[in-house]
C-alpha cells in the first residue's frame, strides 16, 4: 500500500462549489504539506503542518483552508472553487531528514 | 529574479549520451539542496541528495558550487528511462526552514 494517499484523485467542480481534498500518510511523519502544481511555475507551498496543532501559511494560501484532522490527515479545503485553481495538487510528508515524500496528486478542474 | 531557476528545457539527447542540469539559487543563507525526479503526471520523488563536496549515485552525480549560487546533476550514459523532469529543491534556514522547488528541467532520451 502507498505511504501517503489522496483522495479524489480527479475531481471536476464548478465555480463557487466547495470541495475537499484528503491526505492520510502511513510514514509516521509529523510534517505534512499541501502544494499545487502549474504549468511552468513548478510546486508551490500552500499550507504546512508541523504537527496536529500547528498550521501556517504557505506561499499561495488565500483561497485555501487547511485542518489538520490527526497526525497522519490532513485535508485541504476550497471553500469558493474558483477556474484560477485549476491545478495538480500534491500532499507530502516529511521527518526531521527533510526528504519530501508525495501522495499521487488529484487533478482538479473548476469550471 | 527568482529564489530557485532553472532551464525548462526540454534537453533532447540520445541514448548513452552525458547531459548536465544546472540550477541556480538566490539566497545565500540557503542549507540544504536535492534533486527530485518527477515522471509525466507523477509525484516528485527524491534523487539525490547534494552534499558540499558532491556525491555520486550510480551513473548521476551532483555538485554544488557555493561561491557561484548553484547545484549542477550530471547523467552519465542515458538511458531511456531518465527521460523525466528534474526539479532542484533548496532549503533556506532562519526563522523556519524554508523550502522552495525549482520549476524543473525536461530531459527527453531519445534512441
Known amino acids: 500500500d502507498a505511504d501517503v494517499t489522496q483522495t479524489p484523485r480527479n475531481r471536476i467542480t464548478k465555480t463557487g462549489k466547495r470541495i475537499m481534498l484528503e491526505c492520510s500518510q502511513t510514514k509516521g511523519h509529523d510534517r505534512m504539506y499541501w502544494y499545487r502544481q502549474d504549468p511552468g511555475l513548478g510546486l508551490r507551498l500552500i499550507y504546512y503542518s508541523f504537527d496536529v496543532k500547528d498550521i501556517n501559511k504557505g506561499e499561495i494560501s488565500d483561497g485555501y483552508s487547511v485542518s489538520r484532522q490527526a497526525q497522519a490527515k490532513f485535508s485541504l479545503s476550497l471553500e469558493s472553487a474558483i477556474p484560477n485553481q485549476t491545478a495538480l495538487y500534491f500532499c507530502?510528508?516529511?521527518?526531521?531528514?527533510?526528504?519530501?515524500?508525495f501522495g499521487p496528486g488529484t487533478r482538479l478542474t473548476v469550471l | 529574479r527568482k529564489e530557485v531557476e532553472q532551464d525548462p528545457g526540454p534537453f533532447n539527447v540520445p541514448e548513452g549520451a552525458t547531459v548536465a542540469f544546472n540550477c541556480t539559487y538566490s539566497n545565500s543563507a540557503s542549507q540544504s539542496f536535492f534533486w527530485y525526479r518527477q515522471d509525466c503526471r507523477k509525484e516528485p520523488k527524491l534523487l539525490m541528495s547534494v552534499y558540499s563536496s558532491g556525491n555520486e549515485d550510480g551513473r548521476f552525480t551532483a555538485q554544488l558550487n557555493r561561491a557561484s549560487q548553484y547545484i549542477s546533476l550530471l547523467i552519465r550514459d542515458s538511458k531511456l528511462s531518465d527521460s523525466a523532469t528534474y526539479l532542484c529543491v533548496v532549503i533556506t534556514t532562519g526563522g523556519g526552514n524554508k523550502l522552495t522547488f525549482g520549476t524543473g528541467t525536461q530531459l527527453k532520451v531519445e534512441l
Open positions: 507530502a510528508t516529511s521527518d526531521l531528514a527533510r526528504e519530501q515524500f
